[in-house]
Nanobody, 122 residues
Framework: QVQLVESGGGLVQAGGSLTLSCVAS????????MGWFRQAPAKEREFVAR????????VYADSVKGRFTISRDNAKNTVYLQMNSVKPEDTAVYYC???????????????WGQGTQVTVSS
């Protein structure tokens, strides 16, 4: 099993960019499919993007498609979320998650990081 630590969150103006990182401990990172999720105040956690263990397939929520890019470096045990053209509605705590299935569902992921806050000002 891996442990996940996110970083890179902060305050950014609308239209700006931010890159989130998620570093995994353990030597089995490359066997996990990885996802990014977010949770805004008083809202349920929602899917943002996911990437296959090999990095060969990515899937995005419609709300971020064309603006966000998920990538991974298995040699560095790290998954990234590049966020461009951010909007105030992107404000949330962002979580990375590891799972063995291939799904956008929250309950498909068994390991979660502690989250990193992203705040987009208008």
């Amino acid at each position: 099993q891996v442990q996940l630590v996110e970083s890179g969150g902060g305050l950014v103006q609308a239209g700006g960019s931010l890159t989130l990182s998620c570093v995994a401990s353990g030597r089995t990172f490359s066997s996990y499919n990885m996802g990014w999720f977010r949770q805004a105040p008083a809202k349920e956690r929602e899917f943002v993007a996911r990437i296959l263990w090999s990095g060969g397939i990515t899937v995005y929520a419609d709300s971020v498609k064309g603006r966000f890019t998920i990538s991974r470096d298995n040699a560095k045990n790290t998954v990234y979320l590049q966020m461009n053209s951010v909007k105030p509605e992107d404000t949330a705590v962002y979580y990375c998650a590891a799972g063995t299935g291939w799904s956008s569902r929250v309950d498909a992921y068994g390991t979660w990081g502690q989250g990193t806050q992203v705040t987009v000002s208008s």
